[in-house]
């Protein structure tokens, strides 16, 4: 199944609602089901697309959304594509990432889409949703009882059973348009072929035959490279008399395209054969080095697959595309599935799962490794395309008896992607069904596996701090940090000691989480650590002090860590090193410079989808937009944080410390302009969509070159701030 791509983020972008692709081909027929599908949508809300498999639904639906009027759909049209989804509570997480959600909290992924869409007019086509029809059903129920310009192209092989839904059997083309379609794939191939006298008859005879199937036609016009069209007629009569296409029950229409595609790999070679139904053990899109490695060997040499892969290529079983992480190839579903049944046929399908299995568990380790480098974007995008793979080895790893180890392990290495790239809320659910699915002490034999629980610990516990969810974060690090002094895993205990220290700097208990940060770096000294998470934790050791007045101090350690990830080539840690001196240059009077820091801070938050650096820089520009003296923008942009914010969790963590450049923006911004007009404008500012936001905080920099700098009064001075009541107070954590 291909695989959508995320939208573009980049804040020089322009705003282009929607993710349909280009149409590669043109589209061919079906004038008037395109006509009565979008009339369709005019008058009601869910329409759902069904028919047989390789009917062309996808391309049809698709193809009418986008034709729907712009009025119905200032929004856009959003495909979500879900055949490579097999778990329930997966499919809140593949449409939030269709629309380019990032929510850090632990709000539940539907009320994210409920509140994302409660306010705005779109088309959302939900293709391949037949293994998931409850789940579905029930989401596409709630969505659009809560988002009334919100509209719905269902796509599969059979209704969501909703009240309202509008059912739209697609039948197979007509003779002419069947046609049609043939003669212009052919001529893709062979630009010579033509419909004429001589051919036509038998060219409408494939048709026939083939039921004017459109996945039929595409397949069968791939075969003209070798053979002619009366040679297809022929061979398709030896294929009806030797594939039956299932069981006596089975609709005609199925018996077809299963013969269809029984044909087409009857006419591949053994090493084809082979590699199909190997390929079907990928879940979404796939690159060649993966291929090489997961489906070679007993019968196909890794030096081999490249050429089988290009021969099945050329007959259309796979399909290339260009992506940002670099050439990739897919299956359509229906190709995939009956690969998978031949796999299943050679008693392969386990093996080949573990061999997944196996290269996904070393390309996270790779990422991992390579995120502290110059190709932290690339590391990015490649996991980003790779997401579904990873999933389906997590979930084989969850499910797997004795397996569980190695989920933990994946589920922790992938830290980077979930705090680095905007996946908190998908990092969440796979790190806790990996801790909960054993109990700790029951594998302490193994130590392989007692590293990798006690990784997904550290991580859990991270990924919930930064959700705001103070409890169960302290709870897993405790249980990390016990484990890790009981086994001597100082690796471990660093870690665990570290991310304590995190959750007592955003709960504003200061003089702690200097000590724990403190103590964390000497022991990744001590072990020779260095990586993001050091570095993290000298910036936010950093930012205590800050916060605590020591500003030198403060900015020494930024230096550094900026320096650092100069060398290391590092962005991501280093957009958090900038927020803490941007503070530093705002409280020293200096908001010309804390501007550039903050702009270049923002521009790395958004370009990695991180939600969390992204409205805390947007936060502090409010501010500098009200210090230079624009107090109209500054009520703006405080809006668009406000929008932001529930996305991440508790608004400025709830803390005294974090809060006080708002307050301090606030208040100036109401003195300047009213009350009435600084409601006006946060209210305008959060109907800005994220991209949007970013864009307008970018864009206030050149407004801003000439204005004057006055330096406002301080609200609190850190000296004299109570710090906010604090789980980690009150012995919530037993030791340090």
Not at 45 to 53: E, I, N, S, Y
Not at 139 to 159: F, I, K, Q, S
Not at 596 to 613: A, K, S
Request: hydrophobic share 45%.
């Amino acid at each position: 199944m291909r695989r959508t791509p995320r939208p573009d983020h980049s804040p020089d972008a322009p705003p282009r609602p929607g993710n349909l692709p280009h149409e590669l081909n043109r589209f061919v027929g079906r004038a008037a089901e395109l006509a009565a599908l979008q009339g369709a949508l005019e008058t009601g809300r869910l329409v759902t697309v069904t028919g047989v498999g390789g009917v062309g639904k996808s391309r049809f639906a698709a193809h009418a959304a986008a034709l729907t009027p712009q009025d119905l759909r200032p929004d856009g049209v959003w495909r979500v594509e879900l055949a490579a989804v097999r778990r329930e509570e997966l499919v809140e997480y593949a449409l939030a990432e269709t629309l380019g959600l990032t929510d850090h909290t632990t709000r539940p992924p539907r009320q994210v889409l409920v509140d994302h869409l409660a306010e705005r007019s779109l088309v959302l086509v939900l293709d391949g949703f037949e293994q998931l029809v409850d789940a579905c059903a029930s989401l596409v129920r709630d969505l659009l009882r809560a988002a009334p310009g919100l509209r719905v192209v269902a796509v599969g092989r059979r209704p969501l059973a909703l009240d309202g839904e509008r059912l739209f059997p697609l039948a197979p083309l007509t003779a002419e348009d069947a046609a049609e379609l043939f003669t212009e794939r052919a001529a893709a191939l062979l630009p010579d072929f033509a419909l004429d006298d001589g051919n036509r008859g038998v060219v409408l005879e494939v048709c026939k035959r083939l039921d004017c199937l459109p996945l039929a036609m595409e397949l069968a016009a791939g075969r003209l490279r070798a053979l002619s069209p009366a040679q297809l007629v022929e061979r398709l009569d030896d294929r009806f008399r030797l594939l039956t296409g299932g069981g006596r029950d089975a609709l005609p229409r199925h018996q077809t395209l299963r013969t269809t595609i029984g044909w087409s790999h009857e006419l591949c070679t053994p090493q084809e054969r082979l590699l199909w139904a190997r390929l079907s053990a990928f879940s979404g899109s796939f690159d060649l080095e993966a291929a090489e490695y997961i489906c070679s060997g007993d019968g196909l040499h890794a030096d081999d697959v490249l050429d089988v892969l290009h021969e099945l290529l050329d007959q259309s079983v796979v399909t290339r595309e260009e992506s940002a992480s670099g050439v990739r190839y897919w299956m359509l579903d229906t190709v995939r599935a009956y690969g998978a049944e031949w796999l299943d046929g050679l008693g392969d399908t386990e093996r080949m799962r573990r061999r997944h299995r196996d290269w996904y568990m070393g390309l996270a380790t790779w990422c991992e490794l390579d995120w502290f480098s110059p190709r932290q974007c690339e590391v990015a995008a490649r996991t980003d395309a790779e997401l579904p793979n990873l999933r389906a080895a997590l979930e084989f790893c969850l499910t797997e008896p004795g397996e569980t180890h190695l989920g933990q392990y994946l589920a922790g290495t992938l830290w980077f992607f979930w705090a680095g790239c905007g996946r908190l809320a998908e990092g969440r659910h796979w790190l806790d069904r990996s801790v909960e699915l054993d109990t700790p002490g029951a594998e302490s034999a193994d130590t392989a596996s007692r590293d990798s629980r006690l990784k997904a610990l550290w991580v859990l516990g991270y990924v919930a701090i930064l959700q705001g969810d103070a409890v169960p974060a302290l709870a897993a690090l405790q249980e990390c940090r016990d484990a890790a002094e009981d086994s001597g895993d100082m690796t471990a205990l660093a870690y665990a000691v570290h991310r304590t220290g995190c959750l007592a700097l955003v709960t504003d208990d200061m003089p702690r989480a200097e000590h724990l940060l403190r103590d964390s770096l000497a022991r990744y000294r001590e072990i020779g650590e260095l990586n993001s998470n050091v570095l993290m934790g000298q910036v936010e050791l950093a930012m205590t002090l800050a916060f605590q007045g020591e500003l030198a101090q403060a900015v020494a350690l930024c230096d550094e860590v900026r320096q650092v990830c100069e060398d290391h080539g590092e962005r991501w840690t280093r957009a958090y090193a900038l927020y803490v001196l941007a503070y530093a240059r705002w409280t020293q009077d200096d908001a010309a410079a804390a501007r550039l820091l903050l702009e270049e801070c923002l521009i790395i938050g958004h370009e990695f989808h991180d939600l969390l650096g992204t409205v805390l820089a947007m936060e502090l520009l409010a501010l500098v937009t009200a210090v230079e003296g624009d107090a109209d923008e500054a009520a703006v942009l405080q809006g668009a944080a406000a929008r932001i914010w529930p996305s991440v969790g508790l608004p400025l963590f709830g803390s005294a410390y974090y809060n006080e450049p708002h307050e301090v923006c606030e208040a100036r911004a109401r003195e300047a302009l009213g009350d009435v007009r600084f409601e006006e404008l946060a209210r305008v500012g959060e109907r800005l969509g994220h991209d949007e936001a970013v864009a307008r905080a970018l864009r206030g920099g050149a407004r801003k070159a000439a204005v004057t700098v006055v330096r406002p009064a301080r609200a609190v001075s850190p000296e004299k701030r109570e710090p906010a009541a604090s789980p980690t107070a009150n012995g919530g954590e037993t030791t340090g």
